[in-house]
């Protein structure tokens, strides 16, 4: 992220926070519903991120396209990211869903960590039933079906799912902006897991692991790290043994196919 977008990001999640903190899930939805309308038009967003136009002026277009349509709350949420300077068009467009996350995360957060946790929970639920079926990926990723067909089938799929859930699931499945729906997923779950100031650690290993051992892994990863982590197990026989963990861009891989691959790499080089 260039220097000039991670400026404005920073400065909008402090400048928001309470706006945010006090948001609906309405305030959301309306957030995403402005996200594709930018993402919809090549000149809008040039518009809203030309760096010649005024920070007022930029704010002004936000107000004329989406004043009478969306809450005041919205609005200003819009105003706010529209006046900041952008390195891409795109990245203003990433803040807004962003900041659209960070809306469903307080709604959740009201209920304490444990609404946090369990909105947590239950969007890396969704993405590992998915990226454990490629009928499920293909079905998702489709580009001739329907966002409503996919959204119905992402209902069937989770019916436990709360309202926090099921907006960012059906986010991610009816409009995942280019990356397939499970990335996506964990990207959302990645920003909930900040907000609690933790980070997931997706650990992959060839069998179940029993309770104790997890728990043992658990205070082995957060000591390594520095930090608590979230869990998030994936099952793969492939990896033969062992185990890897995926900390952001950090890897640790002790898993036996590592070691095999490693080994034939230097019989044949």
């Known amino acids: 992220m260039a220097a000039v977008t991670s400026e404005s990001f920073a400065s909008l999640q402090s400048d928001l926070a309470e706006t945010l903190r006090t948001a609906d899930l309405k305030v959301?939805?309306?957030?995403?519903a402005g996200l594709d309308v930018v993402d919809g038009s090549a000149s809008?967003?040039?518009s809203l991120?030309?760096?010649a136009r005024e920070p007022a002026d930029r704010a002004a277009v936000v107000r004329r396209l989406f004043g009478d349509k969306v809450s005041e709350t919205t609005v200003t949420v819009l105003e706010a990211v529209a006046s900041r300077r952008w390195s891409k068009d795109r990245d203003l467009a990433d803040a807004v869903?962003?900041?659209a996350v960070t809306a469903v995360s307080a709604v959740a957060e009201r209920d304490g960590l444990e609404g946090l946790t369990e909105l947590e929970s239950q969007l890396l639920g969704f993405r590992r039933t998915v990226a454990d079926s490629h009928e499920l990926q293909h079905a998702l990723t489709d580009g001739q079906a329907?966002?409503?067909?996919?959204q119905k089938l992402a209902v069937r799929l989770s019916p436990e799912a709360s309202s926090e859930a099921r907006l960012l699931i059906d986010r991610a499945v009816a409009v995942p902006r280019g990356l397939r729906p499970a990335a996506l997923l964990e990207q959302f779950a990645e920003q909930v897991a900040a907000r609690q100031q933790r980070w997931i650690a997706q650990v992959t290993v060839a069998k179940n692991l029993d309770a104790s051992y997890l728990e043992k892994l658990?205070?082995?990863l957060n000591r390594y790290f520095g930090r608590e982590l979230r869990l998030d197990v994936a099952v793969d026989p492939s990896v033969v043994g062992g185990i890897r963990v995926?900390?952001?861009?950090?890897?640790?891989?002790?898993?036996?196919a590592s070691r095999l691959n490693s080994l034939n790499r230097n019989i044949t080089s």
């Open 28 to 32: 959301a939805d309306e957030l995403f």
């Open 44 to 46: 809008l967003r040039r």
């Open 49 to 51: 991120t030309d760096p």
């Open 97 to 99: 869903e962003s900041l």
């Open 146 to 150: 329907p966002a409503e067909a996919k």
């Open 218 to 220: 658990s205070a082995g």
């Open 246 to 256: 995926e900390v952001g861009d950090e890897v640790v891989d002790s898993t036996v």
